[in-house]
């Protein structure tokens, strides 16, 4: 039985890490940008998600199965992210009332964009959340059913689903804004 130096243990550590990033840092990188579209915050929430990953990776661990666990760690790292910088103080209407809040008047409301990209942006953010992740993994990254299937940690039948109502949900909200501008 052959026993590796300390050294040489910190060798193949530090080479396994290299690997793991080199692999793993451009699609979770692009799945972090599609979720919070800054490129400075998808850059700070990637570092924090490869802090997280560094400190409880195991290497022998199977990679497809590391992988997984690493878009986990994303998916939580992004809902902390908009918890913690999105949350808003709420109200009831009858408080907010009180106070001589007024509704806004109707051109107050924004007029969503003729550009497609944007009007596509709008539908998907108005998607729930498994949805919108389903939908950036088949159309943004591009990956099979079968890599989104375990990307997410369900079966290829559960993402064909949830693609299929995805994509209804989004057919219905496209429908939606079409007719509140007629």
């Known amino acids: ?26 699609p979770i990188y692009r799945y972090v940008y599609s979720q919070v579209r800054n490129r400075e915050e998808a ?13 409880t990776i195991d290497h022998g661990c199977n990679p497809q199965i590391t992988r997984n666990w690493l878009f986990q760690v994303a998916r939580t790292t992004i809902a902390d992210y908009w918890r913690v910088n999105y949350r808003f103080a709420t109200s009831s209407l009858d408080a907010l009332l009180e106070v001589g809040w007024e509704r806004p008047a109707e051109e107050a409301f924004p007029v969503i964009s003729s550009r ?13 959340e498994r949805y919108q992740e389903v939908l950036a993994c ?18 290829e039948d559960n993402v064909k689903v949830l693609q299929f109502r995805a994509l209804k949900r ?13």
Do not use: W, Y
């Open 116 to 128: 497609p990209a944007d009007r596509a942006q709008h539908i998907l953010s108005a998607l729930p």
């Open 1 to 26: 039985m052959q026993h590796n130096s300390p050294a040489q243990l910190a060798t193949r550590d530090r080479q396994a890490l290299q690997t793991f990033s080199q692999e793993n840092l451009r």
């Open 138 to 155: 088949r159309f943004l990254l591009n990956l099979s059913i079968r890599e989104t299937a375990l990307r997410l940690g369900e079966t």
């Open 170 to 182: 989004a057919a219905d909200l496209k429908g939606l804004q079409f007719h509140e501008r007629s």
């Open 43 to 55: 850059e700070d929430l990637t570092s924090q998600i490869f802090i997280k990953a560094v400190r």
